[in-house]
């Protein structure tokens, strides 16, 4: 029992080390299976605002499906592209390849040849501006999140007041009441 006290007391003594923050990795997997199941159900939700539902009415399931595969393969090229090239996954010429590269299967199983060349622009075009739009609305989110206060211009006529500007215009608004009300006191005299 006494060597039980010890060690608890050599554990009380030692200085505590901070916590490691939880940490949960993203896998190319798991970046993969997110995106594809977000896609089927934005797919699904298009197929029930379609105006051929009444005349389809599994087009929900349709379009969920085909939304999903077009994601999956599109992304699954960007990440094997990313993978091969040992690039980050935030480089945009990754999602020009894996565009490049999804667009040419799934023209190829479409349209044929003419289709996967035309599949393969669209994907790559699409897929490379909404990656860079997201990585901007990504850079303006933090910067927005990280900003204290909003600053105004000048001319605005809403300002924001420190304590120095705040007491001078308070001291401002008594002069003027005191003026105001000494004016009516002068006139009920009269």
Not at 102 to 109: F, P, T, V
Not at 149 to 166: G, R, T
Request: aromatic letters at 8%; charged letters at 25%.
């Amino acid at each position: 029992m006494a060597s039980g006290d010890q060690k608890f007391r050599e554990r009380k003594n030692q200085p505590l080390s901070p916590p490691t923050p939880i940490v949960q990795p993203t896998t190319p997997t798991k970046r993969v299976l997110i995106t594809t199941l977000l896609a089927g159900v934005i797919g699904g939700g298009a197929g029930l605002v379609s105006k051929h539902r009444k005349a389809y009415p599994n087009i929900p399931t349709i379009y969920a499906t085909n939304f999903a595969i077009v994601a999956g393969c599109y992304c699954g090229a960007r990440e094997f592209v990313r993978i091969t090239r040992r690039s980050e996954h935030d480089d945009v010429l990754n999602s020009t390849i894996g565009g490049l590269f999804s667009g040419a299967l799934l023209g190829r199983l479409q349209g044929g040849p003419y289709g996967a060349l035309r599949y393969s622009a669209i994907f790559s075009a699409m897929g490379t501006a909404s990656n860079y739009a997201g990585h901007k609305a990504k850079a303006l989110l933090e910067n927005y999140r990280n900003k204290d206060s909003i600053k105004l211009p000048e001319w605005f006529p809403i300002q924001i007041l420190d304590e120095e500007a705040l007491a001078k215009k308070k001291a401002q608004e008594q002069k003027i009441f005191a003026e105001r009300s000494f004016g009516r006191l002068n006139k009920e005299e009269t």
